[in-house]
């Protein structure tokens, strides 16, 4: 991949370039004068009425008698420039007790925050007919979820209709722009979020939607449209939700509700034993593949036939702890990989025979190997995300297989910029250098491998190491914050640079002059 300096990018610590800056509740109240202390009012000039007499006697002074005033001197202004709030490190910063973190909106070209019912801890983006590559707001936007309730009987599977998601307002904005449409896309209103439902009765782990090829328009109606849900209770289900899509979108639709709320199909494979691990794979409409583990370190495979839905009775087996994530190989139908709470990632071939792994890292991270993503453009690398808060590039070139000598392999690149476990990564989906990560620590961070660090550079603007604090590398491009407890980060398909993530307090869908 090519490789950009870092001064191609725009700085995303200084105090236009960090998402949030630092600013204090607790100033102080002016007091307020009581009317028994009341003075009289007092002459900011302290002018002087001059009698007739001083009239008389300067008008000696001068040739015609008229009165001269004193010169002043002009009023100098100050090249001072208003203070700008504290730019937010995380890091480095420590919010105060009387401390807010504020948007600095200058750096993000869309963002918006959305509350819900109930928390959810997964989602994933759906596929619409709206096109791809949009860029002209306002933006929509549909998403699949399912909820963590406090009971099992309030969960849901939940299709979300994000509307009017217009372009963020900029204080300041020194741009004088003529176009009509434009200043259409600014106009500062509200999001829509409208919603239909399927009952669920239990809290949902993770929750994925079929993949549909890029350019692929919806399916109609009269089609299916899958999503499948891992249930705490050990059962995975897969849902047609394609008319729920149909019913946000025209009104008066209406659609069997028993034939939606029961499932196309459910997954026993697994027992009793839950599981957050799960991946879809297609090779068109009619094939579809899905991959599901669990917290007893076991692998089931679910395939489509004409008749419909088929569960593989014979788990693949090489981990030795929970499976925390699975991922299919973009390029090669058979191949997909896993991690595990084993601190191992592991390479499969479905063909293989005693359905164990192929190849493997055995010690990818120091702790549990939490989330990976495949390179949809460059099919040799894998990120993975650490228990820890470390994030890794891999090679798999550079990867052995099983049974042979050699080095164990390293990564090509590493970084411990989060302070707490990974909850989630993903690669950009057309850009094979970029990426997204979520943590534990309520960070969401962009980053782009293609950044490289001119000799230089060093000691100056991202390179500097502030006062007590850690480096910044210059690939981070971006820090969003304002979420609590992060779970999910997804870039949207068919916007370019859209990110939304999920949180215990609800959504945020942004996207930022980085990206």
């Known amino acids: 991949m090519s490789k950009r300096t870092?001064?191609?990018?725009?700085?995303?610590?200084?105090?236009?370039?960090?998402?949030?800056?630092?600013?204090?509740?607790?100033?102080?109240?002016?007091?307020?004068?009581?009317?028994?202390?009341?003075?009289?009012?007092?002459?900011?000039?302290?002018?002087?009425?001059?009698?007739?007499?001083?009239?008389?006697?300067?008008?000696?002074?001068?040739?015609?008698?008229?009165?001269?005033?004193?010169?002043?001197?002009?009023?100098?202004?100050?090249?001072?420039?208003?203070?700008?709030?504290?730019?937010?490190?995380?890091?480095?910063?420590?919010?105060?007790?009387?401390?807010?973190?504020?948007?600095?909106?200058?750096?993000?070209?869309?963002?918006?925050?959305?509350?819900?019912?109930?928390?959810?801890?997964?989602?994933?983006?759906?596929?619409?007919?709206?096109?791809?590559?949009?860029?002209?707001?306002?933006?929509?936007?549909?998403?699949?979820?399912?909820?963590?309730?406090?009971?099992?009987?309030?969960?849901?599977?939940?299709?979300?209709?994000?509307?009017?998601?217009?372009?963020?307002?900029?204080?300041?904005?020194?741009?004088?722009?003529?176009?009509?449409?434009?200043?259409?896309?600014?106009?500062?209103?509200?999001?829509?979020?409208?919603?239909?439902?399927?009952?669920?009765?239990?809290?949902?782990?993770?929750?994925?939607?079929?993949?549909?090829?890029?350019?692929?328009?919806?399916?109609?109606?009269?089609?299916?449209?899958?999503?499948?849900?891992?249930?705490?209770?050990?059962?995975?289900?897969?849902w047609d939700v394609r008319p729920l899509i149909e019913s946000l979108d025209v009104p008066g639709y209406s659609f069997d509700k028993n034939r939606v709320n029961t499932p196309a199909f459910t997954i026993d494979s697994h027992g009793r034993a839950e599981g957050f691990a799960m991946d879809w794979a297609a090779s068109g409409p009619s094939s579809l593949r899905l991959l599901t583990g669990d917290i007893h370190s076991k692998i089931y495979l679910t395939t489509t036939m004409p008749s419909g839905f088929n569960a593989l009775s014979q788990p693949f087996l090489s981990h030795t702890s929970s499976i925390e994530d699975l991922q299919w190989s973009p390029t090669e139908p058979t191949f997909f990989a896993s991690?595990?709470?084993?601190?191992?990632?592991?390479?499969?071939?479905?063909?293989?025979?005693?359905?164990?792994?192929?190849?493997?890292?055995?010690?990818?991270?120091?702790?549990?190997?939490n989330v990976i993503s495949w390179?949809?453009?460059?099919?040799?690398?894998?990120?993975?995300?650490?228990?820890?808060?470390?994030?890794?590039?891999?090679?798999?070139?550079?990867?052995?297989?099983?049974?042979?000598?050699?080095?164990?392999?390293?990564?090509?690149?590493?970084?411990?910029?989060h302070k707490a476990p990974i909850t989630s990564i993903e690669w950009h989906p057309t850009e094979d250098s970029i990426f997204a990560a979520s943590g534990a620590d309520d960070q969401v961070t962009m980053w782009d491998l293609a950044v490289e660090q001119d000799d230089d550079e060093v000691g100056t603007g991202m390179a500097s190491t502030p006062a007590g604090g850690q480096d910044v590398p210059p690939q981070l491009l971006f820090v969003h914050q304002g979420q609590k407890d992060i779970k999910e980060v997804h870039w949207h398909p068919q916007i370019p640079g859209a990110v939304i993530s999920t949180a215990v307090d609800g959504f945020n869908i942004f996207k930022t002059i980085s990206v």
């Open 339 to 369: 991690c595990s709470a084993d601190q191992s990632i592991q390479i499969w071939d479905v063909r293989s025979k005693g359905r164990k792994s192929v190849a493997g890292i055995d010690s990818a991270h120091e702790s549990d190997v």
């Open 6 to 238: 870092a001064t191609d990018l725009p700085n995303t610590t200084s105090s236009k370039g960090q998402a949030f800056s630092k600013v204090s509740t607790s100033g102080n109240k002016r007091e307020n004068a009581t009317n028994d202390e009341m003075g009289e009012f007092e002459d900011a000039w302290e002018d002087e009425i001059e009698s007739d007499e001083d009239v008389v006697d300067n008008a000696k002074d001068t040739e015609d008698g008229m009165d001269i005033d004193e010169v002043m001197p002009p009023i100098e202004e100050s090249d001072e420039l208003p203070s700008q709030p504290d730019v937010f490190l995380p890091g480095t910063h420590v919010l105060g007790k009387d401390e807010i973190l504020e948007a600095d909106d200058s750096v993000y070209i869309m963002r918006h925050s959305m509350n819900v019912n109930w928390p959810c801890l997964s989602f994933d983006v759906l596929r619409d007919n709206l096109g791809d590559e949009r860029q002209r707001y306002p933006a929509t936007a549909y998403l699949v979820a399912g909820t963590q309730a406090d009971t099992a009987k309030n969960n849901e599977i939940l299709v979300y209709k994000l509307s009017s998601l217009h372009r963020t307002q900029k204080d300041g904005d020194e741009s004088d722009s003529d176009d009509d449409e434009e200043d259409a896309d600014n106009l500062d209103e509200d999001a829509i979020l409208e919603y239909r439902s399927i009952p669920h009765m239990s809290g949902v782990n993770r929750i994925r939607a079929q993949p549909l090829p890029p350019s692929t328009p919806l399916p109609p109606v009269s089609q299916p449209y899958y999503t499948a849900s891992w249930a705490e209770t050990g059962k995975v289900h897969i």
């Open 375 to 417: 390179n949809k453009s460059t099919s040799y690398l894998l990120l993975s995300g650490g228990d820890e808060g470390g994030i890794k590039v891999w090679d798999f070139r550079n990867v052995k297989k099983k049974g042979t000598a050699g080095p164990n392999p390293v990564p090509v690149a590493s970084f411990s910029w």
